[in-house]
């Protein structure tokens, strides 16, 4: 379980595959307190570490996995957002993220309002039921609010704002238009949507 508050920036530094995707992510993390085991939020994708040395982590990623996120986000010299597992007591600065991808989104234009920036990103069919403006949406693992929604011609985009806080610390600083990115829908809306189909079938 994870909050979208980003701690980290972490950088792949090789790209491996074997039967799975190993990845060797360097980071800032004091590893000595990360456990082989645990689990850390990779721009929005929850891994399990299997090796760990002074200042990086290791990763499998699935065939499964690598389909259903992002394309480019695994590769040699990509950075990623980090977050460590929540710990019981902990703050929860952002909304409950599980750290499952729930689709891929494409960034649709960026422009810049005052310092911040507002983005806008297309997002699958299969998502438009989930978002609603001033509801919670996580990009690349951060947490978000949603500030409107469009549907249109059969297409659905949202808008959100970057403060100049988000823009700096995490790697949406460097999104672009065209660039693919891990979508991850309020889990309330998720459980809604299925407890409003199950009476609708009984």
Same mark, same amino acid.
């Given at each position: 379980?994870?909050?979208?508050?980003?701690?980290?920036?972490?950088?792949?530094?090789?790209?491996?595959?074997?039967?799975?995707?190993?990845?060797?992510?360097?980071?800032?993390?004091?590893?000595?307190?990360?456990?082989?085991?645990?689990?850390?939020?990779?721009?929005?994708?929850?891994?399990?570490?299997?090796?760990?040395?002074?200042?990086?982590?290791?990763?499998?990623?699935?065939?499964?996995?690598?389909?259903?996120?992002?394309?480019?986000?695994?590769?040699?010299?990509?950075?990623?957002?980090?977050?460590?597992?929540?710990?019981?007591?902990?703050?929860?600065?952002?909304?409950?993220?599980?750290?499952?991808?729930?689709?891929?989104?494409?960034? !649709? @234009?960026?422009? /810049? &309002? %005052?310092?911040?920036?507002?983005?806008? $990103?297309? *997002?699958? =069919?299969?998502?438009?039921?989930?978002?609603?403006?001033?509801?919670?949406?996580?990009?690349?693992?951060?947490?978000?609010?949603?500030?409107?929604?469009?549907?249109?011609?059969?297409?659905?985009?949202?808008?959100?704002?970057?403060?100049?806080?988000?823009?700096?610390?995490?790697? !949406? @600083?460097?999104? /672009? &238009? %065209?660039?693919?990115?891990?979508?991850? $829908?309020? *889990?309330? =809306?998720?459980?809604?949507?299925?407890?409003?189909?199950?009476?609708?079938?009984?």
């Amino acid at each position: 379980m994870f909050t979208g508050i980003i701690t980290d920036i972490g950088t792949v530094r090789s790209a491996e595959q074997r039967g799975d995707l190993r990845l060797v992510i360097g980071c800032h993390y004091g590893m000595d307190g990360v456990a082989i085991g645990a689990s850390i939020a990779c721009s929005g994708c929850c891994l399990t570490v299997v090796e760990k040395g002074a200042d990086w982590f290791a990763v499998d990623l699935s065939a499964e996995t690598v389909s259903h996120t992002a394309a480019g986000a695994w590769t040699e010299g990509a950075q990623l957002n980090l977050e460590r597992a929540l710990k019981v007591g902990d703050e929860l600065g952002g909304h409950i993220v599980t750290g499952h991808v729930d689709g891929v989104g494409e960034v !649709l @234009g960026i422009t /810049a &309002e %005052g310092d911040s920036h507002r983005v806008t $990103i297309g *997002v699958p =069919a299969k998502l438009a039921p989930f978002l609603a403006p001033k509801g919670s949406i996580t990009v690349d693992g951060v947490s978000l609010t949603v500030n409107e929604v469009r549907d249109s011609g059969g297409t659905t985009s949202f808008t959100l704002n970057l403060i100049p806080h988000t823009f700096a610390v995490t790697t !949406l @600083g460097a999104l /672009a &238009e %065209g660039k693919a990115v891990n979508l991850e $829908i309020d *889990v309330l =809306a998720r459980y809604l949507a299925r407890m409003r189909d199950y009476a609708a079938a009984v």
